[in-house]
C-alpha cells in the first residue's frame, strides 16, 4: 500500500475532499487504497483530486495512463486543494473507451487562493481508467 501524506483524508467519517458529499472511507479511499477502480472517467477525476488534497503522490501516478505518466511527481505540501467544480463530462461512462472532464481545482498556497481550470482526457487501459493528458480549459 501506498504511502501517503497529510492523513490519509482525515477520519473515517470525514467527507471526501472530491466534493461527493460521502465519506472519504467510502468514497475516494478504495480507490486510494487500490481496493477498487473508478467506475467512470469523472470519478476518476474526483479521486485523483482527493489524491492532490491528501498528499497521495503514488495514487495519481498509479492512475495515469503509461505513455504520459512522469517517473516520478512531487506535490507541494504547502498547497492546499480545498473544492472540485465539474463544469462539463463528455462521456466517460460505463461502456465508453474515453471521455473528457472539464473542472476547475480550487485551492489556496501561501495564504493566496488559485484556481487550476482544465479539460482531462481519460481512456480505459487494461479495462480500468486511467488520466491521459490535458489541455487548459
Known sequence: MAKRGRGRGGSAGAACP?????????????????????????A?????????????????????????????LDLDP????????????VRGGLLDS??????HAHYRLAGRPGTVTERSRFVRADGRWVYLDAEEA
Open 44 to 72: 476518476l477525476m474526483r479521486s485523483r483530486f482527493s489524491a492532490f488534497a491528501v498528499g497521495d503522490s503514488a495514487y495519481l501516478l498509479r492512475s495515469w495512463h503509461e505513455s504520459t505518466r512522469p517517473t516520478s
Open 98 to 103: 474515453g471521455g473528457t472532464v472539464e473542472f
Open 78 to 89: 504547502a498547497q492546499r486543494w480545498s473544492r472540485l467544480e465539474i463544469v462539463d463530462v
Open 18 to 42: 472530491c466534493g461527493s458529499g460521502r465519506p472519504y472511507a467510502a468514497c475516494c479511499g478504495p480507490l486510494h487504497a487500490g481496493d477498487a477502480d473508478a467506475p467512470t472517467a469523472e
